[in-house]
């Protein structure tokens, strides 16, 4: 369990087991499961298939996966919803209306993951409305709306999956009163905004520090990545950023440095952390132009699929690459019991490879079947794929699928 939430969660019976999923990227937001005991090798077709549930609604929204419940959100209608499935049977336990639909040329409907903290659940709109509700049935706490704060709504919508820590919902209006803005977890009450940052919001999602002793959040934009101070949202460092059109992928934090990319030929680079404020680049390059199918840190090495060289393992001391390989197409990972799930966004194939650094060992593949119909021609299967209590969690649009990827 991540410590950083355990304040929070002694004071609930909705508690986080080890086998959750509370929120995007998973309890610490690596994107790595602490899982055991999964299959190491695929039969042909693939795993098993448990369930699916064929009616999630529209979008390109992920999971969070806690107490037996699976909680995403879909489009329905011109509706937003929040939406609870019982994990046993994938059938849905309740819904509730966040915010009205954003329309996108790629495809409408939310794109966030829920958060999920003690017995309530937070989620995000395309449109910035943030909702908490609660876990147990739906039933709304307290909403707020981002765009109320100085946001303006990015271009393919608000898509960041809001970060609790410490009784504060972190998350991103960004525009003139400030980037980033913690919200009271209990009341949605303001509590600060960064003042002193004010880039308006991308498509990354904050992640939570502590370095050299001092609690952190630190959050990607289109012109910088910086460190905030948990309690006052003062600006403890930045550190410039040329991206370009649309910045996505979560920053990675290790050991006092902290690692972004972005794609659109941008690249990635390593910044150092140091003391009075300071962030020096280490490196940057474009090994690594990593669009949004994520980059998860392993050790020493990054993996995940560079615009430039397909599915690259990447120093993360040096920034060099350790290798690549094009045996999948261009997608979206995530680890779990050593192995990683790389799925393949133009086909809905997913393969299951070695964690290593040795290069692309696969274990099987299959394709998702069936798949959408009701897709933007111009979309994909971007929604990442999430392994939790030893089953594999995918989403085409409206159709949500489970398989039992735990080992005999």
Known sequence: MNRLLLPTLLASSFLVSATDWPQWRGPDRTDISKETGLLKSWPEGGPKLA???????????????????????????????????????????????VGPILKNGWGDGPRSSPTVSGDTVFALSGQGVLVAAKASDGKEVWKANLREFGGKVPGWGYTESVLVDDGKVICTPGGKDGTLLALDQATGKKVWQTADWTDGAHYSSPIVVTHGGVRQYIQLTSQHVAGVNAKDGKVLWKSEWPGKTAVIPTPIYKDGFVY??????????????????????????????NHHGGVILVGDKLYGYSDKGGWTCQDFKTGEVTWSAKNLGKGAIHCADG????????????????????????KGRF?????????????????????SDGKLYLRDQELLFCFDVKGK
């Open 260 to 289: 972004i990319s972005s794609g659109y030929g941008v690249g990635c680079k390593l910044v150092k952390l140091g003391a009075n404020g300071t962030a020096e680049n280490v490196w940057d390059n474009t090994n690594m132009i």
């Open 367 to 387: 394709k998702l079947t069936p798949q959408t119909e009701q897709r933007n021609p111009k979309g994909k299967v971007w929604t990442h794929p999430v392994v």
């Open 51 to 97: 369930w699916i549930n064929k009616d999630v609604g529209l979008g390109y929204s992920g999971y969070a996966i806690v107490g037996g419940k699976l909680f995403t959100m879909g489009l329905r209608g011109d509706t937003e919803l929040l939406i609870a499935v019982d994990v046993t049977t994938g059938k849905e336990l309740w819904s509730t209306s």
């Open 339 to 362: 192995m990683f799930y790389c799925l393949e966004e133009g086909s809905g194939t997913v393969a299951l490879i070695e964690v290593s650094d040795k290069g692309w060992n696969e």
